[in-house]
């Protein structure tokens, strides 16, 4: 009955767990805890690491955006470049200046002298300021002008009148070359001989009494 008894089969025995040591539970929670905490860390190191290169990013976007709005400001503000100055165009020299033409030259009545008788070159050669009623009397003008090389045509003319005015004789109106020195002669008599008195001679040029001369005839 025995041998029955154990040659049945007999249920299969389960294999005991062995209870889990102190000591090895602490250190597999350990080594748990480290990993997580060590999976903790990676994942803070990664998510430091983005938000440093996103900070990054910004840094240098902000940067070329400020550098470009700078550039922008510098551009607005700086004046465009001045032309150079156009170059000038020498201007012409002036033409030299003619001389201006010398003035005309003129003549005048330097002197009239009076007497009773006158020479070649009809200058007086007997001068006087009194006279008898048949002498004849000669008025002599001399003239100058004002270039001395000059001959300059003029008119002259002499009048002669007694006290009152009243004319006694007119020269004809003479065209004369005055020049520097030259001597133009007028004279009167009367054959019947002139009444005793105050005389008169007035010398004119180109129509004004430029020289006026008195004389009186007395026996």
Request: charged residues 25%.
């Amino acid at each position: 009955m025995e041998r029955d008894l154990r040659s049945q089969s007999r249920p299969a025995r389960r294999p005991r767990q062995d209870p889990a040591r102190p000591g090895s539970q602490d250190s597999r929670r350990q080594r748990l805890i480290a990993r997580a905490f060590q999976h903790h860390l990676l994942r803070l190191f990664r998510r430091s690491t983005m938000l440093i290169r996103n900070r990054t990013h910004y840094a240098v976007a902000a940067a070329l955006v400020a550098a470009l709005a700078l550039a922008g400001c510098k551009k607005k503000e700086e004046p465009a470049p001045t032309p150079p100055p156009a170059a000038e165009t020498p201007a012409p020299a002036p033409a030299p200046a003619e001389p201006a033409p010398a003035p005309a030259a003129t003549a005048s009545v330097a002197s009239v002298d009076l007497g009773s008788a006158i020479g070649a070159d009809k200058k007086v050669t007997a001068a006087a300021t009194s006279f008898k009623p048949k002498d004849t009397i000669y008025a002599s003008i001399s003239t100058s002008t004002s270039d001395p090389a000059a001959t300059v045509p003029t008119k002259l003319g002499a009048k002669w009148t007694f006290q009152d005015g009243q004319t006694v004789h007119e020269e004809p109106v003479a065209d004369v070359q005055a020049t520097n020195g030259g001597v133009t002669a007028f004279q009167i008599n009367s054959p019947k001989g002139f009444p005793e008195g105050k005389y008169k001679v007035e010398i004119t040029q180109d129509g004004n009494v430029v020289q006026t001369k008195e004389f009186d005839v007395k026996k």
